[in-house]
Nanobody, 121 residues
Framework: QVQLVESGGGLVQAGGSLRLSCAASGSIFSINTMAWYRQAPGKQRELVARVISGGSTNYADSVKGRFTISRDNAKKTLYLQMNSLKPEDTAVYSC???????????????WGTGTLVTVSS
């Protein structure tokens, strides 16, 4: 069984910072791409940032220069450092990862349950 558990969400004022974490656990053989998505009320889920196993990253235009995605492969943990937060960043942020488990030799997409980030004006 593979699990992704996010933490670090909360309420912050505009201009503030938060750091999200996503810890992967279970019968993991390897982790490829890891990403953060978000879904604001009444809107579709969107990709925020993504990092592949080699370290290359890409970001949504709306967060470039403000958010930084990183991963600690030894800890099987994904991070999202969010600075200069804006009210429009308010959303549920979910972790996503392409993981090969020890139970089967194929990669599957796993999702965390999400963590709420609320930015007040």
């Amino acid at each position: 069984q593979v699990q992704l558990v996010e933490s670090g969400g909360g309420l912050v004022q505009a201009g503030g910072s938060l750091r999200l974490s996503c810890a992967a656990s279970g019968s993991i053989f390897s982790i490829n791409t890891m990403a953060w998505y978000r879904q604001a009320p009444g809107k579709q889920r969107e990709l925020v940032a993504r990092v592949i196993s080699g370290g290359s990253t890409n970001y949504a235009d709306s967060v470039k220069g403000r958010f930084t995605i990183s991963r600690d492969n030894a800890k099987k943990t994904l991070y999202l450092q969010m600075n200069s937060l804006k009210p429009e960043d308010t959303a549920v942020y979910s972790c996503n990862a392409l993981i090969v488990s020890t139970a089967e030799p194929v990669g599957r997409n796993y999702w965390g349950t999400g963590t709420l980030v609320t930015v007040s004006s």
